[in-house]
């Protein structure tokens, strides 16, 4: 078991920045893979940003691309999300979610994570 909890999120005006952090425990001694998810109101949970265990391999959202920055600190056993150039659209509960293993070099669907953290707010204001 991984047990992932976020931290970070908040209310900022449009084109601020905040960075949120995921710190993992429990079976963090095997290699794990992270990514961060967003849900909106009434909408799906959506893909954000993937990073690999070595974070050597990163993806990103197109809505988020150039924006959004995904970096890890495996002596920390903490993921990070650092985000600039906030939207309104930006909006969401975010999630932390972790997949197991190296096999994969990242990983963009919500159905390929093993653990997920219990979300973080994050509000930007017009």
């Known amino acids: 078991q991984v047990q992932l909890v976020e931290s970070g999120g908040g209310l900022v005006q449009a084109g601020g920045s905040l960075r949120l952090s995921c710190a993992a425990s429990?079976?963090?001694?095997?290699?794990?893979?992270m990514g961060w998810f967003r849900q909106a109101p009434g909408k799906e949970r959506e893909f954000v940003a993937t990073i690999s265990w070595s974070g050597g391999t990163t993806y990103y959202a197109d809505s988020v691309k150039g924006r959004f920055t995904i970096s890890r600190d495996n002596t920390k056993k903490t993921g990070f999300l650092l985000m600039n150039s906030l939207k309104p659209e930006d909006s969401a509960v975010y999630y932390c979610?972790?997949?197991?293993?190296?096999?994969?070099?990242?990983?963009?669907?919500?159905?390929?994570?093993?653990?997920w953290g219990q979300g973080t707010q994050v509000t930007v204001s017009s």
């Open positions: 429990g079976r963090t001694f095997s290699p794990y893979g």
């Open positions: 979610a972790a997949y197991m293993g190296t096999a994969r070099a990242a990983a963009r669907g919500s159905s390929e994570y093993d653990y």
